[in-house]
């Protein structure tokens, strides 16, 4: 029983609900900038170089064929236009995590420097307080 309490406790930790709930909404956001990219983006850029459907664009290196049992082999394709589309859900991706977080380090400004309580004697270098007007080591008059 104590290895299922022990996992419990550490399934139930704060940071281990935090990760899990960050991965499923990460997974959902790269599902809506794949849509964006596919769906919106895509086909506007089609359009603009000519009708070109990116999913679609590939090099063929070996025609389908019939094999010796008969049955279909499929063509070997390299399909350069999904890796397009890869690369700009990446890039969007990216872009959006990169603003994310620039905003949120925006948001964490330092804290101010909290002002000096002491200063140096001119005469003897011994440190005393602020509004000291004489230091309390050599004597001397204090600016």
Known sequence: MGMVKEFKE??????????????????AFGKIV????????????GVLLGGVDFASLAIKVKD????????PVAAVVISYGKFIN?????????????????AMNALKKPAPAAAPTTKEC??????????????PNCTSDVK
Not at 10 to 27: L, Q
Not at 39 to 45: K, V
Not at 86 to 102: E, G, N, Q, R
């Open 86 to 102: 890869t690369v700009l859900d990446f890039i969007i991706v990216a872009f959006c995590i990169f603003m994310v977080i620039k």
């Open 10 to 27: 550490f399934a139930m930790r704060g940071n281990v609900v935090d990760m899990a709930v960050g991965i499923i909404i990460g997974a």
């Open 122 to 135: 001119p005469r003897c270098f011994s440190a005393i307080s602020i509004k000291a007007t004489r230091c």
């Open 34 to 45: 794949t849509s964006m990219v596919n769906d919106i983006l895509m086909p506007p850029i």
């Open 64 to 71: 389908a064929s019939v094999d010796a049992a008969g049955k």
